[in-house]
C-alpha cells in the first residue's frame, strides 16, 4: 500500500515540477493581455501657465488648463482587424483615444482624437486600415500609452502623437512612488514643427487659413513616467510643454507667439485610482510569473520528497520481517518408523 502511495505521489510530483516553467514561459505570454474592452480616464491639470487667445492673437496667464485624456476599447474594431489578419491566435486592441484640453473657464482650447492599434501580449504597434492621429492617418513604431508587461531597465522606443515622431524615451532608474516601486522614463521631444489641430476653439479659424497666412506651429516637450514594472502601467505622468505659432503674416512683425506653455501634473484624485487600479493587475500578473511557478516547483520538490521518504519506509519495513521457508529449500525426510516385533 505504501508502495503505491509512494508512486502517486511521484506522479504528482513530476507533474507539479513541469507545471511550474509551463506556466511562466508558456501560460503566461498567452494569457498575459490588455483586454479589449478597456476603459481608462485621466485628468490633468496645469496651474498658472500662458495660453493664447486667437482672438487677439496675444499669450496671456491663465489659472489653470485642463486635460481629459480618455482610451476606449473598440471590441468591433479589433475583431474585424483579426479577422483580416487571418491569425487567429493574435489578440489585436483598438483604443479610440480622445485628449480634451479646456481652460478654467470650461471653454475647449483644443481636442484630438486617435486611434492606437496594438498588440494585446506585447504592446507592439499593430499597423491596420483606421491607425490614426487627429483624423491624418499615421504608422507608429515603438509604444504608446503603456509599457510591455515586465518592463525591463532599458530605453524604450516612444511615439509622439502632437509630432508625429518616435524618439527614445530613456530609462532613468528605480524609484518608490506611493508606496509602489517604480521605473522613472523621461523623454525630451525638441523644437518641432507640427501640424494645427483639425478643431479650433474660435469659429472661423482653420488649419488652412492659418498655412494660407504662412504661420507654422512648432512644439517641444519633456515627458516624465512613473512605471509600475510588472504591468507596465504609468501610475504617474508628467509633461513639460511648450508650443508657439512662428513667422508669416498672421502674427505681423512679431517673430512668434506662445500658444501654450505650462507643466501639466496628473490630478490627484486619479494618481491615487490608478495607483490603487495598478495594485490590483499587479497580483494578477504576478500570480503567473511568480507565485505560481514558485508554488508549483516547491510542492513538487516536497511531493518528490515524501515519495522518497515513503519508499524508504517500505524497504525497511520489508528487510526487517522474520525470514520465512523458501519454496527452494530440500523437505525433510519423514523419519523411519519403528518395525513391529
Request: proline residues 7%.
Amino acid at each position: 500500500m505504501r508502495r503505491k502511495a509512494g508512486l502517486v505521489l511521484l506522479a504528482f510530483a513530476v507533474f507539479f515540477t513541469a507545471m511550474s516553467p509551463l506556466t511562466r514561459w508558456y501560460a503566461f505570454p498567452r494569457l498575459a493581455k490588455v483586454p479589449a474592452n478597456q476603459y481608462q480616464e485621466a485628468v490633468l491639470e496645469a496651474d498658472d501657465p500662458t495660453l493664447i487667445d486667437y482672438g487677439t492673437m496675444k499669450a496671456k496667464k491663465i489659472d489653470k488648463v485642463t486635460i481629459v485624456q480618455t482610451l476606449k476599447g473598440n471590441v468591433e474594431a479589433s475583431e474585424k482587424i483579426e479577422k483580416a489578419d487571418g491569425d487567429s491566435s493574435r489578440d489585436v486592441v483598438v483604443w479610440d483615444a480622445l485628449s480634451y484640453v479646456q481652460d478654467a473657464d470650461g471653454k475647449m482650447v483644443s481636442k484630438i482624437p486617435e486611434r492606437y492599434i496594438f498588440d494585446a501580449h506585447s504592446q507592439e504597434p499593430v499597423h491596420a486600415p483606421g491607425e490614426s492621429v487627429d483624423g491624418d492617418p499615421v504608422k507608429r513604431q515603438g509604444i504608446e500609452f503603456k509599457w510591455p508587461f515586465l518592463t525591463e531597465k532599458r530605453d524604450y522606443e516612444y511615439f509622439d502623437a502632437q509630432a508625429r515622431v518616435t524618439k527614445p524615451i530613456h530609462y532613468k532608474g528605480e524609484r518608490t512612488f506611493r508606496g509602489v516601486k517604480v521605473y522613472y522614463f523621461e523623454q525630451t521631444i525638441p523644437w518641432t514643427k507640427v501640424p494645427f489641430p483639425k478643431t479650433m476653439p474660435v469659429k472661423g479659424i482653420t488649419p488652412k487659413s492659418l498655412a494660407g497666412t504662412g504661420t507654422t506651429r512648432w512644439y517641444t516637450t519633456v515627458r516624465k513616467f512613473w512605471v509600475e514594472p510588472t504591468t507596465g502601467a504609468p501610475v504617474y505622468g508628467e509633461e513639460i510643454q511648450r508650443n508657439e505659432l512662428r513667422g508669416g503674416t498672421l502674427l505681423g512683425e512679431r517673430d512668434k507667439v506662445t500658444v501654450f506653455a505650462g507643466h501639466v501634473k496628473m490630478r490627484e484624485d486619479y494618481i491615487e485610482s490608478t495607483v490603487d487600479l495598478v495594485k490590483s493587475q499587479r497580483v494578477l500578473v504576478l500570480l503567473l510569473t511568480s507565485y505560481l511557478p514558485w508554488g508549483f516547483l516547491a510542492l513538487g520538490m516536497l511531493l518528490l520528497a515524501l515519495s522518497l521518504w515513503l519508499e524508504a519506509r517500505t524497504r525497511r519495513a520489508n528487510g526487517s520481517r522474520p525470514a520465512t521457508s523458501n519454496d527452494d529449500d530440500p523437505e525433510p525426510e519423514p523419519e523411519p518408523k519403528p518395525a513391529r516385533a
